[in-house]
């Protein structure tokens, strides 16, 4: 199956998101099973953000994780970007790893760009690493300008993932800022690869290629959306997963290839874009 490498990690290309796991206390016990099923289907990285539901998701996550070996497992979190300061951050990270139940996280990520400068939250996270909380540090929601200015920072090189929105309905990001992070080997960590269930532009799921394609592999048109944008390498996608069973075909997903027939019809059915996109993001 697909892996792509974080920092010294080799890891499966599908994760496990988390965005909105929590929010219904009625659906916890089916959301850790979802989790579980992911787990046991061979995914390795689950990622979470104090953001999700206040810490609600992270709680899920604690309890989905309490039966397997930690070390087997790779957890991301985020923090917000009000907490991302020399005052705040630590302490924002001590409650998430408290909410996980766990004591390093093998990836923190700052959420999003706020009003703390970049410089001072880079001190921060650089700090969290020699104290052992954290394995190593990236960014999320970061464009082209972004990470021009991390790279000038000291430490600044050290990041080691970028997580963006990006699926067949936003592929702003093909024009520029994925091949700089290719030029710099920075893997993209895809959000919402299944466009938020289809509700971007709710026309993926009835799409006649996409069905197409779905019934010459066997598999479902969600399937086929996160197939595709793990069809370069150096990303890994974090759907997130409502039931078991969905859980699994997440997984499944890594068994597609595209021919370069299919990968041309799917371009021409969704173009790349051909200027620079403002930066995505839900």
Not at 61 to 78: F, N, P, W
Not at 160 to 174: F, K, W
Not at 234 to 250: F, G, M, W, Y
């Amino acid at each position: 199956m697909q892996t792509v490498k974080i920092g010294s990690a080799s890891l499966l290309a599908v994760g496990i998101g988390t965005w909105h796991i929590g929010d219904n206390p009625q659906k916890r016990p089916t959301e850790i099973k979802a989790i579980q099923a992911a787990i046991d289907q061979g995914a390795t990285v689950i990622d979470t953000a104090e953001m999700y539901g206040m810490g609600r998701a992270e709680s899920v996550v604690k309890d989905a994780i309490a039966g397997y070996s930690r070390e087997k497992l790779y957890i991301i979190d985020k923090v917000l970007p009000e907490n991302a300061s020399h005052r705040q951050l630590e302490a924002s990270l001590d409650q998430s790893l408290k909410r996980v139940g766990t004591d390093y996280f093998d990836l923190y990520l700052l959420h999003w760009r706020g009003s703390v400068p970049l410089s001072e939250t880079v001190t921060e996270l650089e700090s969290m690493v020699k104290k052992g909380k954290i394995r190593h540090w990236g960014v999320s929601n970061f464009d082209v300008a972004d990470l021009h200015e991390l790279w000038q920072l000291p430490d600044g090189q050290n990041c080691v993932a970028n997580e963006d929105l990006y699926n067949l309905d936003e592929r702003g990001i093909e024009f520029d800022l994925i091949p700089l992070m290719n030029k710099h080997k920075l893997p993209l960590i895809a959000y919402s690869p299944l466009a938020q269930a289809d509700t971007i532009s709710g026309h993926l799921t009835s799409d006649p290629l996409l069905k197409e394609l779905a019934a010459n592999h066997q598999a479902s048109v969600y399937q086929i959306m996160l197939a595709w944008t793990l069809r370069h390498g150096n990303v890994l996608s974090i759907p997130k997963a409502a039931t078991p069973q969905h859980a699994r075909d997440n997984i499944q997903a890594l068994d597609i290839t595209f021919t370069p027939d299919e990968l041309d019809a799917l371009s021409k059915h969704f173009p790349a874009p051909t200027s620079k996109q403002p930066l995505a993001t839900i």
